[in-house]
Nanobody
Framework: QVQLVESGGGLVQAGGSLRLSCAAS????????MGWFRQAPGKERECVAA????????YYAVAVKGRFTISRDSAKNTLYLQMNSLKPEDTAVYYC???????????????????WGQGTQVTVSS
């Protein structure tokens, strides 16, 4: 089992940057596929980025490709999301999630993730 705690959210102007972190407990962090999801008010939760257990494969939603970068540091048991060129439409609560089943490729499907953090608010002002 793994526990996830996100941090790094906040208020930023459009065009600015933020880096989200997700600290994971447990000794098997390196074997989990990981993902970042977001949920805006009145909208469904969506995957913005995901990374395979090895870090060798990544997925990005079209809306964030080229602006966001997902990475992981297994030595620190930490997942990151670097967000650049932020837009007001990026405003949402951001969640990190862990996938227990080992797969070669990252998944964007919510139902495939077993553990979730509590979320961190990102607000982008225009």
């Amino acid at each position: 089992q793994v526990q996830l705690v996100e941090s790094g959210g906040g208020l930023v102007q459009a065009g600015g940057s933020l880096r989200l972190s997700c600290a994971a407990s447990g000794r098997t962090f390196s074997s989990y596929g990981m993902g970042w999801f977001r949920q805006a008010p009145g909208k469904e939760r969506e995957c913005v980025a995901a990374i395979s257990w090895s870090g060798g494969s990544t997925y990005y939603a079209v809306a964030v490709k080229g602006r966001f970068t997902i990475s992981r540091d297994s030595a620190k048991n930490t997942l990151y999301l670097q967000m650049n060129s932020l837009k007001p439409e990026d405003t949402a609560v951001y969640y990190c999630a862990a996938q227990e089943v080992i797969k070669p490729d990252p998944s964007s499907a919510i139902y495939e993730y077993d553990y979730w953090g509590q979320g961190t608010q990102v607000t982008v002002s225009s």
